[in-house]
């Protein structure tokens, strides 16, 4: 039984920084790909960030690159995304999601995970 449960969010001004902590458990095959994705009213879900430590790759959707960092403490099942220079367009519930993935291309789209947490509010005004 995965579970994957987010914290960290919350409000927070223009430019300001927020970090994001997603703890799993139950994940019981090696080489999980873990992603965060954000959703707002009326939007499609996107990604945001992954990170596949067995290949020691990192992804990011262009809108973040540069601001935000995602992170993995694998003795602490912890999943991090640490965002900087937050601007309004990054209000959004984030989720991250875990699955073992066909490819790296698949990183961003929300179908190719199983696994999901409930969420957590991110709002920059």
């Known amino acids: 039984h995965v579970q994957l449960v987010e914290s960290g969010g919350g409000s927070v001004q223009p430019e300001g920084s927020l970090r994001l902590s997603c703890e799993s458990s139950?994940?019981?095959?090696?080489?999980?790909?873990m992603g965060w994705f954000r959703q707002t009213p009326g939007k499609e879900r996107e990604g945001v960030a992954a990170?596949?430590?067995?290949?020691?790759?990192?992804y990011y959707a262009d809108s973040v690159k540069g601001r935000f960092t995602v992170s993995q403490d694998n003795a602490k099942k912890t999943l991090y995304l640490q965002m900087n220079s937050l601007k309004p367009e990054d209000t959004a519930l984030y989720y991250c999601?875990?699955?073992?993935?066909?490819?790296?291309?698949?990183?961003?789209?929300?179908?190719?995970?199983?696994?999901w947490g409930q969420g957590t509010q991110v709002t920059v005004s």
């Open positions: 990170i596949w430590s067995s290949r020691s790759s990192t």
């Open positions: 139950g994940i019981t095959y090696r080489d999980p790909c």
């Open positions: 999601a875990a699955d073992r993935l066909l490819g790296s291309w698949f990183w961003a789209s929300p179908s190719a995970y199983r696994y």
